[in-house]
């Protein structure tokens, strides 16, 4: 069903005025588009991890590889979602002044290697084969 002002009526559950940057546990939800069952099944009360469950896995482990101040708490990955919890330590930063010379982002960037050149074609699909 496509979006409609008129029946859908999101608000947000994010505390007002609370600073999402700082040090803490944060419960986080990932769902998939339309309810796809993507990442695996269940079967006898286990999770089967499909291939692509698999690869949402790993990357799920090596978030602290790429961020040195978060930790992982438990986490599961479902059919059609995941739920995590990302220990955000405390790196000593209080406030980091904006920079006021930055450009902002294009609204929309196709996608393509011009803007890195170094980057693989295949980066982000090079796990997956036209099988899975």
């Not at 949402?56 to 479902?78: C, K, R, S, T």
């Not at 196709?110 to 899975?132: A, V, Y």
Request: aromatic share 10%; proline share 8%.
């Amino acid at each position: 069903m496509k979006y409609n002002p008129e029946y859908h009526h999101r608000r947000s559950i994010r505390l007002k005025g609370y600073d999402y940057s700082s040090a803490g546990a944060y419960f986080v939800t990932i769902c998939l588009h339309e309810k796809a069952c993507l990442f695996g099944e269940v079967n006898n009360a286990a999770m089967i991890l499909s291939p692509i469950g698999k690869i949402v896995q790993d990357y799920w482990l090596e978030i602290p590889q790429h961020f040195e101040n978060v930790e992982l708490g438990a986490f599961i990955v479902m059919p059609n979602h995941l739920h995590g919890i990302l220990n955000i330590l405390d790196v000593g930063v209080q406030y980091i002044e904006p920079l006021q010379s930055i450009e902002p982002l294009p609204r929309h960037i196709e996608p393509n290697n011009e803007l890195n050149p170094n980057r693989p074609k295949n980066m982000n699909t090079k796990k997956l084969s036209p099988n899975q």
